[in-house]
Every structure is written in structure tokens, then in C-alpha cells.
């Protein structure tokens, strides 16, 4: 896979190999953190939404506050079946779509409400991090993936073609405040669900640097667009031009 390299990217495939797609953003408040939960809970969006503790919810406060791995973990979710969740702690929230995909033209809409939400809900809201990531697992059925082999990528060792389990991460920015790791690995190294006759799992990761920050509703929902495009385009660069045709919707 050349650097740099461009890719056609079409509008939409016959069969696509999200498996989710979510979005996260941390910040500070000044909110107290059950009263922003109340109020997420009331939000006209998500009052239908089921509400369930997550594992962190029974950590006290000041043990998630104090352990960096913990600081950002959801306490609980509102949950729509199994296809829709919102999880939230005190400096977190992220949104998840799971498998159907609804598209970007639904998604999209989706988080422009999640945005407006945060911004609603939460007293001097300081955004500090933004992530848009999408799941997806190709398949030797729907998608022609037998192998890495078969992605427009070529991995070596002292000149040896790597062709079987792999499991490989790779981190791609620019000049602006966001950058996207990539992560490609054989089933054996996934746990979890995926569908049946997977074969390549491909996590596409895209976020604001470190020193990020804003208090502006507009910037973060003009992020999510351009980090929706630095998506796709980082995915479909995996794919070979013989692969992206036989995939399209004509």
C-alpha cells in the first residue's frame, strides 16, 4: 500500500463490513455528574432508551478519578435493544451503532443530536478529546477476503511475504489536530462476535491529537464530518481497485 496513496471511494457498497461504528467525546464540566446523568436520561432523543449500569458504575469516584485507565470509563448507558447505546460517565460520552450499518446519511444526524445534547445538558462543557471509529469485518462470502493477501497490502519479513495470522497497527496524521490509527488482524487475535466467515477485521480509529480543546458546538460537529471522510478513506485504501468495483452499488 503506497503512502499517500489515493483511492476511488464509492457512495455506498452492495454489502459494507461494518460490524459498528461509534463516537466518543471527553471532557470537563462543571456539572455535578448525576445531575448531567439525569438530564442525558431525560433527553427527548434517547427517553425511550433502557437504563443499565456499566462494570465501572460500582468503582468509587475518586478510585476512576485518580487511575487514568478508569477516567474515562462509562459508569452507565441507555441502551436501545441491541443496536443503539449511549455510555456515559462524568468526562465521557460515546454513542455506538452496531450491525445493521444505518448509513452515514442517518448516522450522521444521529451524533449532530449527541453533539447537541452534550452541549445541552452539561454546564461549561471543555471539550478535550474527539473519536470517530468504525468496526468492520471482511468476509471470504460477501466481500471476496480470503486472506490479507487479497487487501492492497504487502507485508514482509527479510523479504518474506507475510500471508497468514497477522495482526498489524499503523497510525497515519497531518498537519491538523487529527490523526487515525488503523488496525488490521486475522480473526485469531479478535475476541468477541463477529459474523460468521470472517476472515480480516479492520478497526479504523480516527481522533484529535493530544492539547486539543474547545467550548464551540459548531467545531465538533464540523469534526465529525471531516474525520468521517479521513475514515473512509483510510478503509477503502485497504482494498484493492478490483475489490472496491465488485463491491460498489451501481
Not at 497510525?171 to 460468521?196: K, M, N, W, Y
Not at 477485521?201 to 491529537?209: A, L, S
Amino acid at each position: 500500500m503506497a503512502a499517500g496513496e489515493a483511492k476511488s471511494i464509492p457512495a455506498k457498497l452492495k454489502h459494507d463490513a461494518i460490524v459498528e461504528a461509534l463516537f466518543e467525546i471527553r471532557f470537563e464540566m462543571t456539572a455535578i455528574p448525576e445531575v448531567f446523568f439525569g438530564r442525558l436520561a431525560e433527553y427527548a432523543p434517547w427517553k425511550g432508551f433502557t437504563q443499565a449500569p456499566m462494570p465501572a458504575y460500582n468503582i468509587p469516584a475518586a478510585f476512576r478519578q485518580a487511575d487514568p485507565n478508569l477516567r474515562y470509563q462509562p459508569v452507565f448507558a441507555l441502551v436501545e435493544g441491541v443496536e443503539r447505546a449511549v455510555r456515559i460517565g462524568p468526562q465521557v460520552l460515546s454513542y455506538h451503532r452496531r450491525i445493521p450499518y444505518v448509513g452515514w446519511a442517518k448516522f450522521k444526524p444521529e451524533l449532530e443530536e449527541v453533539i447537541a445534547g452534550v452541549f445541552e445538558k452539561a454546564d461549561g462543557l471543555h471539550v478535550e478529546r474527539l473519536g470517530l471509529r468504525y468496526l468492520n469485518a471482511l468476509r471470504t462470502d460477501v466481500h471476496g477476503i480470503k486472506s490479507i493477501s487479497d487487501l492492497n497490502l504487502k507485508l514482509e519479513i527479510a523479504g518474506e511475504r507475510v500471508s497468514g495470522n497477522a495482526n498489524v497497527n499503523f497510525t497515519t496524521g497531518d498537519s491538523s489536530d487529527t490523526v487515525c490509527t488503523v488496525r488490521i488482524a486475522t480473526t485469531e487475535f479478535i475476541q468477541g462476535d463477529l459474523p460468521a466467515n470472517t476472515s480480516v477485521y479492520v478497526d479504523v480509529d480516527v481522533f484529535t491529537k493530544k492539547g486539543f480543546e474547545t467550548r464551540d458546538e459548531a467545531v465538533v460537529k464540523n469534526w465529525i464530518e471531516a474525520a468521517h471522510t479521513k475514515e473512509k478513506e483510510q478503509f477503502f485504501r485497504l482494498l484493492t481497485d478490483a475489490t472496491i468495483e465488485s463491491l460498489k452499488e451501481k
